[in-house]
């Protein structure tokens, strides 16, 4: 069984930077499509950055285009979302989430509606 757990949330000044964390066991995250997703207060739940099984066919919300990026360390079986230029409406629980898609795209669509293989996830404030 696939457990995520995300750490790395904290507050932080605008136009700081934070690396999130997502740690795997159980399975190994080679073999999933990630996602990164975000609940901010009194708002839905949104699709932030998703890479396929290969880290191709990424999918990212226009919000962090140039901003954020996601990568994966496999021998650590982790993942990171690295929030550069962070703003106010950055604010938000940070949820990691894995899925067998083969592309990111498949990955910010479905994985929201199955809610299978999510992390717990970790609060990030962005505030001065």
């Known amino acids: 069984q696939l457990r995520l757990v995300e750490s790395g949330g904290g507050l932080v000044h605008p136009g700081g930077s934070l690396r999130l964390s997502c740690a795997a066991s159980g399975s190994r995250l080679d073999s999933y499509a990630i996602g990164w997703f975000r609940r901010a207060p009194g708002k839905n739940l949104e699709s932030v950055l998703c890479v396929g099984r290969s880290n191709d066919d990424n999918f990212h919300a226009e919000s962090v285009e140039g901003r954020f990026t996601i990568s994966r360390d496999s021998a650590k079986n982790v993942v990171y979302l690295q929030m550069n230029s962070l703003k106010p409406e950055d604010t938000a629980v940070y949820y990691c989430?894995?899925?067998?898609?083969?592309?990111?795209?498949?990955?910010?669509?479905?994985?929201?509606?199955?809610?299978?293989?999510w992390g717990q996830g970790t609060q990030v404030t962005v505030s001065s």
């Open positions: 989430a894995a899925g067998d898609f083969t592309s990111g795209v498949q990955m910010c669509l479905v994985a929201p509606l199955t809610k299978d293989n």
